[in-house]
T-cell receptor, first 117, second 118 residues
Framework: AQKITQTQPGMFVQEKEAVTLDCTYDTSDPSYGLFWYKQPSSGEMIFLIYQGSYDQQNATEGRYSLNFQKARKSANLVISASQLGDSAMYFCAMSPRGKTSYDKVIFGPGTSLSVIP | DTEVTQTPKHLVMGMTNKKSLKCEQHMGHRAMYWYKQKAKKPPELMFVYSYEKLSINESVPSRFSPECPNSSLLNLHLHALQPEDSALYLC?????????????????FGPGTRLTVT
């Protein structure tokens, strides 16, 4: 069975500091994608970053980077230089590459990040 | 344009009302999804439409009725809801992952409809 674990229900970080949000996953699929989404209190799920299971290099998008350790089945999100607008719920998600035209995404329970001025 | 729109943003309805939620995307995506999300929980998949055909129904009660009139539109018809159905309803869309050599594509979400059932 596929599963995503996020062990940090809530985290605090000082403005301008870096923060790491943990994510571990379990799957037997050889090909899959890992995603991070941000959900502010307004409700919209914002796609942040993506990592393919065969990607050799860690993904980066601006201040976001994904620390991918395939053998450990972990895909931690690193946010550098935190800003007040980073305060939100963060979900780690995974989707296997199947043979269908749609994807069934598994979400982790989420981590609530609060940035302190 | 990576935008998924949803209307209305907020909806309050009584248990005997009939209402509809609407979702629209113009990214050419052929898979569209409805999720239900309770506060401080991850989204739960309700329905998936692929090429305008219902592909997944996650044992959702019949008081929720999805419809996909064309490749850009997705509706969720609501009737005789219960107070426990109050939640954020999110629509999402994605490309056909069979077009990707190795990996699935990400899903793009709309802003959601906050539904309150009184």
């Amino acid at each position: 069975a596929q599963k995503i674990t996020q062990t940090q229900p809530g985290m605090f970080v000082q403005e301008k500091e870096a923060v790491t949000l943990d994510c571990t996953y379990d799957t037997s699929d050889p090909s899959y994608g890992l995603f991070w989404y941000k959900q502010p209190s307004s409700g919209e799920m914002i796609f942040l970053i993506y990592q393919g299971s065969y990607d050799q290099q860690n993904a980066t998008e601006g201040r976001y980077s994904l620390n991918f350790q395939k053998a450990r089945k972990s895909a931690n999100l690193v946010i550098s230089a935190s800003q007040l607008g980073d305060s939100a719920m963060y979900f780690c998600a995974m989707s296997p590459r199947g043979k269908t035209s749609y994807d069934k995404v598994i979400f982790g329970p989420g981590t609530s990040l609060s940035v302190i001025p | 344009d990576t935008e998924v729109t949803q209307t209305p943003k907020h909806l309050v309805m009584g248990m005997t009302n009939k209402k509809s939620l609407k979702c629209e995307q113009h990214m050419g995506h052929r898979a569209m999804y409805w999720y239900k999300q309770k506060a401080k929980k991850p989204p739960e998949l309700m329905f998936v439409y692929s090429y305008e055909k219902l592909s997944i129904n996650e044992s959702v009660p019949s008081r929720f009725s999805p419809e996909c009139p064309n490749s850009s539109l997705l509706n969720l018809h609501l009737h005789a809801l219960q107070p426990e159905d109050s939640a954020l309803y999110l629509c999402a869309s994605s490309q056909d992952s069979r077009e990707s050599y190795l990996f699935p594509y990400e899903q793009y979400f709309g802003p959601g409809t906050r539904l309150t059932v009184t």
